[in-house]
């Protein structure tokens, strides 16, 4: 298949804090077409289990939804090759107040293949040690404590529709119950 889809050119049409847009120029099919293309650097997240086996969540507003979410903590890497548990850890901490020194790779998700090339390692956080918060200076975040299975039911009635939170609460909902 891909032999049927030649690049021939990309082109930066803008770059911002934490990502950068391209116009590819590619043959598909032999015709020419332009498509959209999104680099992100990565990212990781974190499912914490607290000692009683809730999830601590985030609560924050999200400009391109315009609404607020219920999401696991995550955050973009600081520099290109940074290796993603450190990330992990580092957004652990500064999200929810909490920190640990066992954390274990849960699973990989690629957010939006179609256009952007984002990739998130989830981890799974145990034995929380209570620290505090470090937002960024535009950060409102609220931390809540959630059973796995009152998740799972606000996953499948739609209320929580963040990629990354419904592979990795599903995810751990198999691999740990």
């Given at each position: ?68 979410t219920l ?62 918060q470090h ?43």
């Open positions: 298949m891909a032999d049927k889809v030649i690049r021939l050119d990309r082109q930066l049409k803008y770059q911002g804090t934490i990502l950068k847009i391209y116009e590819d120029t590619v043959i598909a099919n032999g015709h020419e077409a332009h498509w959209d293309y999104i680099h992100h650097d990565g990212a990781a997240a974190v499912v914490p289990v607290t000692g009683d086996g809730k999830i601590l969540m985030v609560r924050q507003f999200r400009n391109a939804l315009d609404r607020e999401e696991i903590p995550a955050g973009k890497l600081d520099a290109p090759g940074e290796p993603k548990i450190d990330c992990a850890y580092r957004e652990l901490e500064e999200e929810t107040g909490f920190r640990t020194e066992d954390m274990e790779y849960l699973i990989s998700v690629n957010t939006t293949v179609a256009f952007c090339d984002e990739a998130i390692d989830i981890f799974v956080a145990k034995n929380l040690i209570p620290s505090h937002l960024d200076e535009d950060e409102v975040i609220e931390v809540e404590a959630w059973a796995v299975d009152d998740l799972l039911k606000l996953i499948y009635e739609g209320r929580i529709t963040d990629g990354k939170t419904v592979a990795a609460i599903c995810a751990y909902a198999v691999k740990y119950r």
